[in-house]
């Protein structure tokens, strides 16, 4: 299975700031990367599929980039109801895998 | 609008048997590959496995080949994910989600549906 590897694990920022969140996978992937955002008692939400496209609806100040194994999911300045988890996920290869998440607390 | 509304939350002993099922709306429930994902007790989303409505074509994570059964019944618009015989280890919030990819691949989940929350305990 291809392994995803997102960094940090969690993260404190404050309303207002730049923040990226890394994804790595264990081999290339291509651009077949997809970021999710999660809430408390909710299913995920997907923002950013094939690495940079933004999905419909969501606001522009998600951004997303990268091929190969290395992708960054960027919130350009926070605002209050960005404070999620965060997931990466690989559709290059059959067996779908996801990151481990990304948990971005206020601070 | 494009929907998916599981069914609702299982109370179970270990060793029964459960069916939880996703109904879809909205589009061409045969066109589209459907996953199911379990995320744990404040865990991450794990991919279990994935169907084709149109012809049932399934495949499985590793992790979960065995362990469930993925099926679907395309004159009603709805996916199953089923167990044989739970385990309190089987705990969890399981989503289905709509797949972008023509293959099950190279695609993306959207939209999901709200979860079923599945507790397993004696």
């Known amino acids: 299975d291809i392994q995803m590897t997102q960094s940090p694990s969690s993260l404190s920022a404050s309303v207002g700031d730049r923040v990226t969140i890394t994804c790595r996978a264990s081999?290339?992937?291509?651009?077949?990367l997809n970021w999710y955002q999660q809430k408390p008692g909710k299913a995920p939400k997907l923002l950013i599929y094939a690495a940079s496209s933004l999905q419909s609806g969501v606001p522009s100040r998600f951004s997303g980039s990268g091929s190969g194994t290395d992708f960054t999911l960027t919130i350009s300045s926070l605002q209050p109801e960005d404070f999620a988890t965060y997931y990466c996920q690989q559709s290059y290869s059959t067996a779908i895998t996801f990151g481990q998440g990304t948990r971005l607390e206020i601070k | 609008e494009v929907q998916l509304v599981q069914s609702g939350a299982e109370v179970k002993k270990p060793g029964e048997s459960l069916k939880i099922s996703c109904k879809g709306s909205?589009?061409?429930?045969?066109?589209?590959?459907i996953g199911w994902v379990r995320q744990m007790p404040g865990k991450g989303l794990e991919w279990m496995g994935i169907i084709y409505p149109g012809d049932s074509d399934t495949r499985y994570s590793p992790s979960f080949q065995g362990q469930v059964t993925i099926s679907a019944d395309k004159s009603i618009s709805t996916a199953y994910l089923q167990w044989s015989s739970l385990k309190a280890s089987d705990t969890a919030m399981y989503y289905c989600a709509r797949h972008s990819g023509i293959t099950g691949t190279t695609g993306w989940f959207d939209p999901w549906g709200q979860g079923t929350l599945v507790t397993v305990s004696s």
């Open positions: 081999q290339s992937i291509s651009s077949y």
């Open positions: 909205g589009y061409s429930f045969t066109s589209y590959w």
